[in-house]
């Protein structure tokens, strides 16, 4: 009998003010096989297995709708059969899924810890003319539930009904959330393949190893498949699902940073002026305007599409970007902080991007000026870098994505203190508890170099007292506290406001003031 040896992972709970875990949420197929032991024992411990809303042996082992943490790209490869995406319907062709694509490239970059939900299985690449469109609905609401209008309402109570980015919810330690097929599923018919090449299955075999990332075998004409492209009613689509998405995290988690990639655009002018014909299909917001839509202080987007040599297994050899800006981001906040900017980072992986952005001509080329607003990957002299990395909000204050990933991390840091505080008497004591806790928290922003000033006093203010609180605050049990800061990036004063309600919600409103 032959044997198998595993080594076994100790799970380790992760560190309350942790800022780098990302949840991956997208399609994907499932090895259906047992599940390794400490796989099974952490979905014990959060009540699948036998607790109020477990799942029988057979759900489990497809691990659909079900939160799994991986440390590794091998955990996520023992666990998902992430290359087996049909490239057309009852074909036997196969190629990798954008899921398991970003999840390599995350970890490649440096990721540590990982959360995949699996939402089902991929649909085939190569759809039936006109049922990209007939299904988009579908396949969006498979990942973001809110996209729907007639979908059950949102029940925090009973993690059964969590669908898709709704487990969330049920994940504190995640700070990144990333869905890497919803640029797909955007996209419309695929344009015929550029030759006539059979697809042939990828074959099983042994490649030689890298020790950045995992190598793929020769794409055997996937490279003639053109990779997803939106058109305007598929721009329209992705921007709604964003602003769901948006929504969703603003009412139920504001701590966490929605990582995408922004699609492939199939107008020619997109790639003219990029910028401007965003703002033109309503995706952005000019400067100035009310955030909404895919505009947010909460939102980051990646451009161009990638070919790296890991790409040999996708379309066109192309994988989308959110891969990699979740990958540099969480490496980044376990390496200096999470509050220093990733932009100017050096991708030696990246070959060549598609499309190629045109970069070195002046700050008021239009790609600079998309570089103010997407996370853009462009050549410079010493090779491929992130030319920056910035928020989609069209508030100059909010621009700098290590300003939003700060506050929102000020923002679990507040939560974690009402919560340990949230069977206090609602009094003096207490404020100058919470007060104090958060004006150390705040001092170690500062000598850390994420708070601008010269002095603790000139970087942040907390108030949590009588003038933060109305009578009938006091008299719903509810507790206030108001923080001013100075985010070394931003041109404003940024005013966070968090209350704790005497039901244990946390409540929050953001907002600058000058």
């Known amino acids: 009998m032959p044997l198998e040896f595993d080594t076994a992972r100790v799970s380790v709970p992760a560190a309350p003010q942790r800022t780098d875990i990302t949840c991956f949420?997208?399609?994907?197929?499932s090895r259906n096989a047992p599940l390794p032991?400490?796989?099974?024992?952490?979905?014990?411990?959060?009540?699948?297995?036998?607790?109020?809303?477990?799942?029988?042996?057979?759900?489990?082992?497809?691990?659909?709708?079900?939160?799994?943490?991986?440390?590794?790209?091998?955990?996520?490869?023992?666990?998902?059969?992430?290359?087996?995406?049909?490239?057309?319907?009852?074909?036997?062709?196969?190629?990798?899924s954008y899921l398991g694509a970003a999840v390599r490239r995350f970890f490649a970059q440096g990721g540590r810890?990982?959360?995949?939900?699996?939402?089902?299985?991929?649909?085939?690449?190569?759809?039936?003319?006109?049922?990209?469109?007939?299904?988009?609905?579908?396949?969006?609401?498979?990942?973001?539930?809110?996209?729907?209008?007639?979908?059950?309402?949102?029940?925090?109570?009973?993690?059964?009904?969590?669908?898709?980015?709704q487990h969330l919810y049920g994940l504190p330690e995640v700070s990144l959330v990333c869905m890497p097929d919803l640029a797909d599923a955007c996209g419309g018919d695929p344009a015929p393949p550029d030759a006539t090449l059979p697809l042939v299955p990828?074959?099983?075999?042994?490649?030689?190893?890298?020790?950045?990332?995992?190598?793929t075998p020769d794409d055997l004409a996937l490279r003639h498949l053109h990779a997803p492209r939106s058109d305007a009613a598929g721009l329209v689509a992705w921007t709604s699902a964003l602003s769901a998405t948006r929504a969703f995290l603003f009412r139920h988690r504001k701590d966490v940073v929605c990582i995408g990639a922004l699609p492939l655009?199939?107008?020619?002018?997109?790639?003219?002026?990029?910028?401007?014909?965003?703002?033109?299909?309503?995706?952005?917001?000019?400067?100035?305007?009310?955030?909404?839509r895919a505009s947010s202080a909460f939102v980051q987007l990646a451009y161009p599409w990638l070919s790296t040599q890991a790409a040999a297994d996708l379309p066109q050899l192309l994988e989308p970007p959110d891969g990699l800006l979740a990958g540099l981001i969480a490496a980044g906040a376990l390496a200096r902080g999470t509050f220093r900017s990733v932009a100017g980072a050096l991708l030696p992986a990246v070959i060549d991007t598609e499309p190629v952005a045109s970069w070195g001509l002046g700050?008021?080329?239009?790609?600079?000026?998309?570089?103010?607003?997407?996370?853009?990957?462009?050549?410079?002299?010493?090779?491929?870098?992130?030319?920056?990395?910035?928020t989609t909000s069209p508030a100059s204050a909010w621009r700098a994505g290590s300003v939003s990933r700060m506050l929102a991390s000020l923002v679990r840091a507040a939560r974690a203190t009402g919560e340990a505080e949230l069977f206090g008497a609602n009094g003096p004591a207490l404020w100058t508890r919470v007060r104090r806790h958060l004006e150390g928290l705040l001092t170690?922003?500062?000598?850390?170099?994420?708070?601008?000033?010269?002095?603790?006093?000139e970087a942040f203010e907390v108030r949590c007292d009588l003038s933060t609180m109305s009578q009938n605050d006091l008299d719903s049990g509810r507790m206030v506290a108001r923080i001013t800061v100075l985010p070394v990036a931003a041109v404003e004063?940024?005013?966070?406001?968090?209350?704790?309600?005497?039901?244990?919600?946390?409540?929050?409103?953001?907002r600058e003031v000058a």
């Not at 810890?113 to 988009?136: E, K, L, Q, T, Y």
């Not at 500062?446 to 708070?451: A, M, V």
């Open 25 to 29: 949420v997208g399609c994907v197929r």
């Open 37 to 96: 032991r400490q796989v099974t024992e952490d979905l014990r411990a959060a009540g699948w297995v036998d607790g109020p809303w477990r799942r029988g042996e057979a759900q489990l082992r497809t691990l659909e709708q079900l939160p799994v943490a991986v440390e590794s790209w091998d955990a996520f490869d023992q666990l998902f059969d992430w290359r087996s995406r049909p490239v057309a319907a009852g074909g036997t062709a196969t190629c990798a």
């Open 113 to 165: 810890r990982a959360i995949v939900v699996r939402v089902g299985d991929p649909w085939p690449f190569m759809d039936a003319p006109g049922s990209r469109a007939a299904n988009r609905t579908e396949r969006i609401a498979r990942l973001v539930p809110q996209f729907v209008i007639a979908s059950l309402p949102f029940d925090a109570t009973d993690p059964r009904t969590w669908r898709g980015i």
């Open 202 to 215: 990828i074959s099983e075999g042994f490649v030689e190893c890298s020790h950045s990332e995992a190598v």
């Open 265 to 292: 655009m199939a107008s020619a002018a997109a790639h003219r002026d990029p910028l401007a014909y965003l703002q033109q299909q309503d995706v952005l917001l000019a400067d100035g305007e009310d955030a909404d």
């Open 363 to 390: 700050s008021d080329h239009p790609w600079a000026a998309l570089s103010e607003r997407v996370c853009l990957v462009a050549r410079q002299p010493d090779g491929w870098a992130l030319q920056s990395d910035v």
């Open 444 to 457: 170690a922003y500062w000598q850390e170099g994420g708070l601008g000033g010269s002095s603790p006093d």
């Open 493 to 510: 004063r940024i005013t966070v406001v968090l209350a704790l309600s005497a039901s244990g919600q946390i409540l929050g409103d953001v």
